[in-house]
């Protein structure tokens, strides 16, 4: 291989969200290896009060800070939440300082709670759509003019999940908020394209994280155990759930130049689960 093809993004400026651990962590390292500069930032606490499995911490953040050091670029960490519209502005504004560029934004923060849609706390509804949906959107705030006005083009990529195409029960209101996510993502793809500037969404189906191995699934399960059809193996064999590692190759491909003809497309990484 080339020093070009092995370090694609070699000069350019990734910013990801919730980049402390699981998928968010290792699209900071995939970028990095691939020749990116980080800027990343992660909530690195609770974010909810109903949500089933365990926040990230600061260790973590501090881990994924020697992770993408141990590629050879530099690596700017905050401790901010997506909800923080103000604070996402305040660190886009010291990365350009920094950096001069920002080039690929993946927006991958989120969370991810259970229950029917007609007996869930008002207040969980605006957990899942305060941080899946709105935190997205204070990215797009934050980002989009930076993007603009260094002129560069650019590319930004939305974590939604396969509950943005195929709605499952037991979740309406995650599926809410990722479905938006795919409607936000289209239309900036419209108003963006005239500036280089391409928006993708992918579309994950049970990844090895914290929010893919939440036990509290299991209780709806147990009440409703006919929601159980609705969550098919994919096409492809599944042993195990899909590694963070696997959806970062995906996620470097829809940042570099070798996708250059995607936007506004809907990309899924669920080993065919939609189509089961």
């Known amino acids: 291989m080339t020093a070009a093809t092995d370090r694609p993004l070699a000069g350019k400026v990734a910013y990801v969200t919730g980049g402390a651990r699981g998928q968010g962590r290792a699209h900071c390292v995939r970028l990095?290896?691939?020749?990116?500069?980080?800027?990343?930032?992660?909530?690195?606490?609770?974010?909810?009060?109903?949500?089933?499995?365990?926040p990230a911490a600061p260790e973590d953040?501090?881990?994924?800070?020697?992770?993408?050091?141990?590629?050879?670029?530099k690596i700017?960490?905050?401790?901010?939440?997506?909800r923080d519209l103000a604070g996402q502005r305040r660190v886009i504004s010291g990365a350009i300082e920094q950096f001069g560029r920002l080039d690929v934004v993946v927006a991958n923060a989120?969370?991810?709670s259970?229950?029917?849609?007609?007996?869930?706390?008002?207040e969980m509804w605006q957990e899942i759509i305060d941080i899946n949906l709105t935190g997205f959107f204070n990215t797009v705030q934050a980002c989009v003019p930076a993007m603009i006005e260094a002129g560069n083009g650019g590319s930004i990529i939305a974590i939604s999940s396969s509950a943005g195409i195929k709605s499952v029960p037991g979740a309406g209101h995650y599926?809410?908020?990722?479905?938006?996510?795919?409607g936000l993502a289209n239309s900036l793809a419209l108003e963006l394209g005239e500036y280089g500037i391409r928006v993708n969404s992918v579309h994950t189906y049970g990844v090895d994280t914290a929010l893919g191995n939440d036990l509290s699934?299991?209780?709806?399960?147990?009440k409703h155990p006919q929601y159980i059809h609705s969550f098919s193996p994919g096409a492809l064999p599944t042993d195990s759930l899909i590694a963070p590692h696997q959806v970062s190759e995906v996620v470097l491909f829809l940042a570099s130049d070798?996708?250059?003809?995607?936007?506004?497309?809907?990309?899924?990484?669920?080993?065919?689960?939609?189509k089961v």
């Not at 691939?34 to 089933?52: E, K, R, S």
């Not at 699934?217 to 147990?222: A, G, K, N, S």
Request: hydrophobic share 45%; proline share 5%.
């Open 217 to 222: 699934m299991y209780e709806i399960f147990q």
């Open 32 to 54: 990095a290896r691939a020749g990116a500069n980080i800027v990343t930032i992660d909530a690195c606490g609770p974010v909810g009060n109903h949500i089933g499995y365990e």
């Open 76 to 82: 700017s960490a905050d401790r901010v939440d997506v």
């Open 110 to 112: 989120g969370v991810m």
């Open 61 to 73: 953040l501090a881990e994924t800070v020697r992770l993408v050091e141990d590629e050879g670029v």
């Open 175 to 182: 599926c809410a908020s990722k479905f938006g996510v795919v």
């Open 258 to 274: 070798a996708s250059a003809l995607l936007t506004a497309a809907q990309i899924p990484a669920d080993k065919g689960y939609m």
């Open 114 to 122: 259970w229950g029917r849609a007609w007996e869930i706390p008002p």
